[in-house]
């Protein structure tokens, strides 16, 4: 067992919040993306997306999973949709709050961890001392990037 999986196993037990699905980016309309994407054989959003963050649903709609990566706001998957859902003219980022949460964050339990400041463009985590990180979503672009690294799925999704 790597010790990803030790810190994610022991933290599952902890974590109860529920599963948010996080929708592409670029999107106005949600009942517009669930009726079109519902129709639409190609899925090319999925195909574009360079970080293969964009899955499809058991319905047939895309959602975004961070397991791997990030989103970069490329525009690839608002370019690639046909049904012109996602659209780069909207600039409607993800609608997601990250936090941090503390009984699993390494940092929080005085490990030193500094994995989800390490890919943060943004800036956004903040540590306060050695091992208080915090989520400024003043800051947060909701890209995903820190969910990865993070070796004991101490990063929360709320959906907004």
Request: glycine share 4%; hydrophobic share 30%.
């Amino acid at each position: 067992m790597q010790r990803r999986e030790v810190f994610t196993s022991l933290a599952s037990r902890f974590r109860k919040d529920k599963e948010v699905t996080l929708r592409p980016p670029y999107y106005e309309n949600i009942s517009l993306f669930d009726k079109e994407c519902l129709t639409c054989k190609e899925k090319t959003c999925v195909t574009f997306c360079e970080e293969e963050i964009i899955c499809i649903d058991e319905k047939g709609r895309p959602y975004l999973e961070f397991k791997n990566s990030g989103c970069t706001y490329c525009d690839s998957c608002a370019s690639a949709c046909s049904k012109e859902v996602l659209n780069f003219l909207n600039k409607k980022q993800i609608d997601a709050q990250f936090s941090i949460d503390t009984k699993t964050c390494l940092s929080w339990n005085e490990t030193i961890c500094s994995s989800c400041l390490d890919v943060c463009d943004q800036r956004a985590i903040k540590f306060f001392g050695m091992f208080r990180p915090i989520v400024d979503m003043s800051l947060c672009n909701s890209c995903g990037f820190c969910i990865a690294p993070c070796p004991s799925d101490a990063i929360a999704i709320k959906g907004v």
